[in-house]
């Protein structure tokens, strides 16, 4: 069964920057797919982050668009979400998800209040102070 690990949260003042890893135990990248990162804060509905289609393509939420980078190392199966300039609004916990259809199709499903990915870590904490 595929597993999803992430690493790499912890408590940063503002302005910082950290980088969260995704592992990915018995479940492949291929060249179609989604992978994606989604937030929740406490008393908060789980926000979309960020998403990266077959490696390539990538979307970004508003809120974290020029501050947050996501990729993927296809050989490690590890997907990376590198996060600078952090803000007290960016604390949540961060969970990745994977799923095989295409981002446009899961992005959709998310836009509607859904969340369809069909694996999910189990997420990792990131506090911003101000």
């Known amino acids: 069964q595929s597993r999803l690990v992430e690493s790499g949260g912890g408590s940063v003042q503002s302005g910082e920057s950290l980088t969260l890893s995704c592992k990915f135990y018995r479940y492949s990248f291929g060249s179609s797919g989604c992978l994606g990162w989604f937030r929740q804060a406490p008393g908060k509905e789980r926000e979309g982050v960020a998403s990266?289609?077959?490696?390539?393509?990538?979307t970004y939420a508003d809120a974290v668009k020029g501050r947050f980078t996501i990729s993927q190392d296809n050989a490690a199966n590890i997907l990376y979400l590198q996060m600078n300039n952090l803000k007290p609004e960016d604390t949540a916990k961060y969970l990745c998800a994977a799923d095989r259809r295409r981002c446009e199709v899961m992005n959709r499903f998310y836009r509607a209040g859904a969340y369809e990915y069909n694996y999910w870590g189990q997420g990792t904490q990131v506090n911003v102070s101000a």
């Open positions: 990266i289609d077959g490696g390539v393509e990538t």
